[in-house]
């Protein structure tokens, strides 16, 4: 059954404005707000993918790492405290991408700086939801590989 997420349970300014936006007032079952704006979590799930495809392509599976909600939560402090992330973070992806709750990940590489920093801040600070970095652009725009970008990097900083 689909449920449905408001804008408070996030912290991020430009998703909060965004469900206020599309959604509909009703009772929070996350973060328990009474008559706030509402969407569904499919919803949710469609506003994040860009987040999503950035953990995806910039973090590689590691049995020692954070799963999707706590990396959500801590690398992009998406989440207001108060909100049931597990909860929220399960319904999410549970219907378009329930294989990436079972993973865990780390990031390929945090001594990366400036590409992944820079994109990093882009994502936090500036437009999460459409880094303009030079980096994403290239990744994911043109040529559409920010792995092969990353391993260029790595190797390059290896010799
Ligand atoms: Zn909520």
Avoid at 15 to 25: A, F, M, P, Q, V
Avoid at 46 to 63: A, F, H, K, M
Avoid at 67 to 76: H, M, S
Wanted: glycine fraction near 2%.
């Amino acid at each position: 059954m689909a449920q449905r997420c408001c804008s408070k349970c996030f912290t991020d300014k430009n998703l909060r404005e965004k469900i206020h936006n599309l959604g509909k007032i009703q009772r929070c079952i996350y973060c328990r707000s009474n008559e706030e704006s509402t969407i569904e979590t499919s919803e949710l799930f469609n506003l994040i993918t860009p987040i999503i495809e950035v953990i995806e392509t910039n973090y590689r599976e590691s049995e020692t790492g954070l799963n999707i909600a706590e990396i959500l939560k801590i690398e992009f402090s998406l989440f207001n405290p108060l909100t049931n992330i597990q909860a929220l973070v399960k319904d999410t992806f549970y219907e378009h991408k329930p294989l990436l709750l079972d993973k865990k990940f780390e990031l390929l590489s945090k001594d990366l700086d400036n590409g992944w920093e820079e994109l990093k801040a882009e994502l936090i600070n500036k437009n999460r939801f459409f880094p303009q970095t030079t980096l994403y652009k290239e990744a994911f725009l043109e040529q559409g590989n920010l792995f092969n970008i990353f391993t260029n990097v790595i190797e390059e900083l290896n010799y």
